[in-house]
């Protein structure tokens, strides 16, 4: 087997601007295979509007972004296959059942049928969500549509698993078993992970924390790395420490 040095995800010098309002200010970083990271910044920190450049949804003059060695610019259709997405909003057509969902989308990828129907019991059964894969997603809870979200995002086996905020109003037990579910992906799967929250609870010792404010990463690194930075003792006061407005 041969292995790929790539990182996952390398963001480097990228910079966005609504009109004049500066949103991103050259952003760089990487994410490797395997790796956890948290992109950990308060409201309009600029989160959306990074994902929205990894995602294609806009396009950036200023800096570079490549999904697991492919710049998105110059060979957008390999490095966005290389990618899962899971969007802030939810996307699952309320009125057709789990299957249909998750068949319309692997065939999007271009999946065989056979490919889809076992793609999709592996996702499913990773998740406990294949007994209700005949539902129509209507009749599932919020924390259930999120679990048929991050397995249709897998389907394709991306290197690269983006989540916006995945887990918004949900109660605290459907938000643990996400936050678990997603680590465990990491450590057990290889898959990389970009994971954008403000809930400083949803990170975990081993991984990688992004912190980014009005734009700009204030501090990168493990998470006693980031401590250093701040100069305190725990996430909760570098996360305050870091994105706090200036007087
Ligand atoms: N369509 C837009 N037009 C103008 N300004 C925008 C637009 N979208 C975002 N912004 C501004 O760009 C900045 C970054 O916003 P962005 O939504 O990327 O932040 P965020 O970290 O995702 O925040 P949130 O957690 O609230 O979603 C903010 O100042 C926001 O007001």
Not at 3 to 27: F, H, M, W
Not at 109 to 132: N, P
């Amino acid at each position: 087997m041969t292995s790929n040095p790539s990182p996952a995800l390398s963001v480097t010098g990228l910079s966005y601007a609504y009109g004049k309002k500066k949103a991103l200010d050259r952003v760089s970083f990487a994410v490797a295979p395997g790796q956890c990271a948290i992109l950990l910044g308060p409201n309009g920190a600029g989160k959306t509007t990074l994902f929205s450049l990894i995602t294609r949804l806009y396009a950036s003059r200023e800096g570079r972004i490549e999904i697991a060695g492919y710049d998105v610019k110059k060979v957008p259709s390999r490095a966005l296959a290389q990618l899962g997405v899971v969007f802030q909003q939810p996307t699952l057509d309320l009125d057709l059942s789990v299957l249909q969902n998750l068949h319309y989308h692997a065939s999007l990828h271009g999946l065989s049928r056979r490919q889809a129907d076992a793609r999709i019991r592996e996702e499913l059964e990773r998740q406990g969500m294949y007994e209700r894969r005949k539902e129509k997603v209507r009749q599932l809870n919020g924390g259930h549509r999120r679990r048929v979200e991050i397995a249709r995002a897998l389907l394709h086996n991306p290197r690269l698993l983006l989540l916006d905020e995945p887990t918004v109003g949900l109660d605290v037990p459907s938000r643990k078993a996400i936050v678990d579910y997603v680590h465990r992906l990491c450590s057990d799967s290889g898959i990389a992970v970009l994971w954008a929250t403000h809930l400083i609870d949803e990170i975990y010792e081993d991984d990688r924390l992004i912190v980014l404010h009005r734009g700009a990463v204030q501090a990168e690194g493990s998470v006693s790395e980031v401590l250093k930075t701040a100069g305190v003792e725990t996430v909760g006061d570098a996360f305050h420490i870091l994105t706090r407005e200036a007087a």
